[in-house]
Nanobody, 116 residues
Framework: QVQLVESGGGLAQPGGSLRLSCAAS????????MAWYRQAPGKQRELVAG???????TYADSVKGRFTISRDNAKNMVYLQMSSLKPEDTAVYYC??????????WGQGTQVTVSS
């Protein structure tokens, strides 16, 4: 089955850390550009971090220096390491893939809540 499955969300305190994981079907992952998006209540979905097949990265200004996107090609996994979390990071986080066949895929999302 062609899919993206996120995990690792949950509750964190301000200043804390979480690591999100995205398991991808090989047919999607191989040669794909990967990214993490997020959507907070009442807001539009926004790009958080992107990682191309050529290992180029891009980050939203709001997370630069705090979040790191990475991939493990042997395991078909993408990660988002989030540190120095802020309440405004609270959102549903989605894994996204743009495959080498120009198809788009989304995961089901994982909730991240930053609160004391």
């Amino acid at each position: 089955q062609v899919q993206l499955v996120e995990s690792g969300g949950g509750l964190a305190q301000p200043g804390g850390s979480l690591r999100l994981s995205c398991a991808a079907s090989e047919i999607i992952f191989r040669g794909a550009d990967m990214a993490w998006y997020r959507q907070a209540p009442g807001k539009q979905r926004e790009l958080v971090a992107g990682l191309t097949r050529g290992e180029s990265t891009t980050y939203a200004d709001s997370v630069k220096g705090r979040f790191t996107i990475s991939r493990d090609n042997a395991k078909n996994m993408v990660y988002l390491q989030m540190s120095s979390l802020k309440p405004e990071d609270t959102a549903v986080y989605y894994c996204y893939a743009f495959s080498r066949r120009s198809a788009e895929y989304w995961g089901q999302g994982t909730q991240v809540t930053v609160s004391s």
